[in-house]
């Protein structure tokens, strides 16, 4: 399995946009997608007001290129987001399997 760690940085004037974007448009999108196996909303925290994560776990790679597309190693940008992201970080591990 692979875990693939999306964070945002998001301009000071959209976080309640981006949060409600997240929320309510991401996730069940994201929900829907075959090979998910798991997608946890991470919200900001006091000392980083304007960042957020998603934590995926795909069931293979193969999986999160049909989502993501043959450049899954890149951000997917979701057409809402425009103008509200100042900044994408991606990161992919692969899962640990433990006894």
Request: charged share 25%.
């Amino acid at each position: 399995m692979i875990v693939r760690i999306f964070r945002a940085v998001i301009y000071d004037n959209k976080i309640d946009h981006f949060r409600a974007f997240m929320l309510d448009t991401a996730l069940p999108l994201m929900r829907q997608q075959p090979g998910l196996v798991s997608i946890t909303p991470c919200l900001p925290r006091p000392e980083t007001p304007n960042e957020f994560c998603l934590v995926m776990v795909w069931e293979t790679v193969d999986a999160l290129a049909d989502f993501a597309g043959a450049d899954w190693r890149q951000p997917h940008v979701h057409p809402d987001e425009e103008g509200i992201v100042k900044e994408r970080y991606l990161h992919h591990f692969d899962l640990a399997e433990t006894a």
